[in-house]
């Protein structure tokens, strides 16, 4: 299973890390994704991070958040840095075996391309 945590409110421009961690096996082998769901919107990948520490990041969030991996606590998180209005979702991590794996491996970015998910932690950004 995996347990998303670290949503809540906060003012534009503020800071938010995200935490996701697993139960019941070991994250090492698989990639790990962000994804995010806005009211009326479709689920969308928002950052990815690969068992090679490869990573992906959306347009809309280069340069704000950070991805990374603790292995040893089984747990990625995503810090998000001058929040937006627009980021205001709810976020959801997932989870897929890597077949490919190796330094630098870049992770699957779509929705479809995950098969665990965990439940959403809702970051709401609002002055």
């Known amino acids: 299973q995996l347990q998303a945590s670290g949503g809540g409110l906060v003012q534009p421009g503020g800071s938010l890390r995200l935490s996701c961690a697993a139960s019941g096996y070991a994250l090492n082998y698989y990639a790990i994704g962000w994804f995010r769901q806005a009211p009326g919107k479709e689920r969308e990948g928002v950052s990815c991070?690969?068992?090679?520490?490869?990573?992906y990041y959306s347009d809309s969030v280069k340069d704000r958040f950070t991805i990374s991996r603790d292995n040893a606590k089984n747990t990625v998180y995503l810090q998000m840095n001058n929040l937006k209005p627009e980021d205001t979702a709810v976020y959801y991590c997932?989870?897929?075996?890597?077949?490919?794996?190796?330094?630098?491996?870049?992770?699957?970015?779509?929705?479809?391309?995950?098969?665990?998910w965990g439940q959403g932690t809702e970051v709401t950004v609002s002055s």
């Open positions: 991070i690969s068992s090679g520490l490869g990573t």
């Open positions: 997932a989870a897929t075996w890597m077949i490919k794996r190796g330094p630098g491996v870049l992770p699957p970015s779509r929705v479809d391309e995950y098969d665990n």
